[in-house]
T-cell receptor
Framework: SQKIEQNSEALNIQEGKTATLTCNYT??????LQWYRQDPGRGPVFLLL???NEKEKRKERLKVTFDTTLKQSLFHITASQPADSATYLC?????????WGAGTKLIIKP | NAGVMQNPRHLVRRRGQEARLRCSPM?????VYWYRQLPEEGLKFMVY????????ESGMPKERFSAEFPKEGPSILRIQQVVRGDSAAYFC?????????????FGPGTRLTVT
């Protein structure tokens, strides 16, 4: 069956360290993968999009990798700050639809 | 440059009433998506519309739920004869082109409570 999985447990990271979130998928062959941030009570906010022929994409302190062999995307936040605390969602393209993971809650402790 | 607008932000309905949720996409966007989210759960796709057309409604319950995006005016998600299980946050998103390839911009959501 088709699945997209993100760590269901909250990830606790010390301020200043690098936070790494994982998105794994099975039985999909996405051409694109996207990452969003969602704060409590708000709609998701787009962060990064990576294409299947791109290994890595960066935006300021954010970095996304996309390994189509491992069927995995990693999302990194370097020099993490308490303001980075939120739920992070990955979404992959499947036949021109977006399929969403359930999200990983990230907590950055000062 | 206004973002995606949704109203109302909070809606309380009694069982059996109708709920009508509105979404105005970002300026220049003609693709609209509706999602539903329960507390502590992920986004569930409901329907994808372009102006005057439903492109994909595979995530929408076949009964009581309907959506439209008229030539003029906002997109409407309508829930008839609401039940307690309809209580959730409903998010609208828009994009400049078809989903998957382009990022989506989300509204603040409508929180529906059915009493």
């Amino acid at each position: 069956s088709q699945k997209i999985e993100q760590n269901s447990e909250a990830l606790n990271i010390q301020e200043g360290k690098t936070a790494t979130l994982t998105c794994n998928y099975t039985n999909y062959s996405p051409a694109y993968l996207q990452w969003y941030r969602q704060d409590p009570g708000r709609g998701p906010v787009f962060l990064l999009l990576i294409r299947e022929n791109e290994k890595e994409k960066r935006k300021e302190r954010l970095k996304v990798t996309f390994d189509t062999t491992l069927k995995q995307s990693l999302f990194h936040i370097t020099a993490s700050q308490p303001a980075d605390s939120a739920t992070y969602l990955c979404a992959l393209e499947d036949n021109y639809q977006l399929i969403w993971g359930a999200g990983t809650k990230l907590i950055i402790k000062p | 440059n206004a973002g995606v607008m949704q109203n109302p932000r909070h809606l309380v309905r009694r069982r059996g009433q109708e709920a009508r949720l509105r979404c105005s996409p970002m300026k220049g966007h003609s693709h609209v998506y509706w999602y539903r989210q329960l507390p502590e759960e992920g986004l569930k796709f409901m329907v994808y519309l372009q102006k005057e057309n439903i492109i994909d409604e595979s995530g929408m319950p076949k009964e009581r739920f309907s959506a439209e995006f008229p030539k003029e005016g906002p997109s409407i998600l309508r829930i008839q004869q609401v039940v307690r299980g309809d209580s959730a946050a409903y998010f609208c998103a828009s994009s400049s082109a078809g989903q998957g390839i382009y990022e989506q911009y989300f509204g603040p959501g409508t929180r529906l409570t059915v009493t």
